[in-house]
């Protein structure tokens, strides 16, 4: 099975700030990444598809750029409605796997 | 406009069964490869399992500590997914939700309780 590590699990920034947040496959999954966005007490949301694709709807501050073994969540400039928990989803092979999940605070 | 509606979610005691059904609109169902994944109480996401569109033979897969116990079939003709639930155990306690990969389509999930 392919394991899904994602840093950090919390990270606490301020309005207007670059948020990094990285997922590592323990194998190679060519592109096939995804991100969502969870809010508490609702459904993830998806953000990015195929490791750089921007779902239709969704802020360009947030962009996604990895291949292979490495993946990067990047949130360029931190908005309050920002605060949630981000997961990645490989779905190159099963059983697909999340990460850990990454929470973000606004300070 | 896109709908996903889960149910089925309730109390049951440990050992015993659930059905949970996934009823979608709005988007092409039949071609759609549905997923479940849950979420115990203050937890991350875990991926339950999912079935592949009758084009792929509706090929099923399970994570490891579900294999077994749980079963994911179809309908499309009510477009329907079901996620067959036996042998409970308290660690199933979470909320279920069913979703679509490609097209991004969630229901707002359905609680499980494994609870004696």
């Known amino acids: 099975d392919i394991q899904m590590t994602q840093s950090p699990s919390s990270l606490s920034a301020s309005v207007g700030d670059r948020v990094t947040i990285t997922c590592r496959a323990s194998q190679g999954i060519r592109n096939d990444l995804a991100w969502y966005q969870q809010k508490p007490g609702k459904a993830p949301k998806g953000l990015i598809f195929?490791?750089?694709g921007l779902r239709s709807g969704v802020p360009s501050r947030f962009s996604g750029s990895g291949s292979g073994t490495e993946f990067t969540l990047t949130i360029t400039s931190l908005q309050p409605e920002d605060s949630a928990s981000y997961y990645c989803l490989q779905y190159n092979s099963c059983p697909r796997t999340f990460g850990q999940g990454t929470k973000v605070e606004i300070k | 406009e896109v709908q996903v509606v889960e149910s089925g979610g309730g109390l049951v005691k440990p050992g015993g069964s659930l059905r949970l059904s996934c009823v979608a609109s709005?988007?092409?169902?039949?071609?759609?490869?549905m997923t479940w994944v849950r979420q115990a109480p203050g937890k991350g996401l875990e991926w339950v399992g999912h079935i592949e569109s009758k084009a792929y033979g509706e090929a099923t897969d399970y994570a490891a500590p579900v294999k077994g116990r749980f079963t994911i079939s179809r309908d499309d003709s009510k477009n329907t997914v079901f996620l067959q639930m036996n042998s409970l155990k308290t660690e199933d306690t979470a909320m279920y939700y069913c979703?679509?990969?490609?097209?991004?389509?969630w229901g707002r999930g359905t609680l499980v309780t494994v609870s004696s």
């Open positions: 709005g988007f092409s169902f039949s071609n759609a490869w």
């Open positions: 979703f679509t990969v490609t097209g991004d389509y």
């Open positions: 195929a490791a750089s």
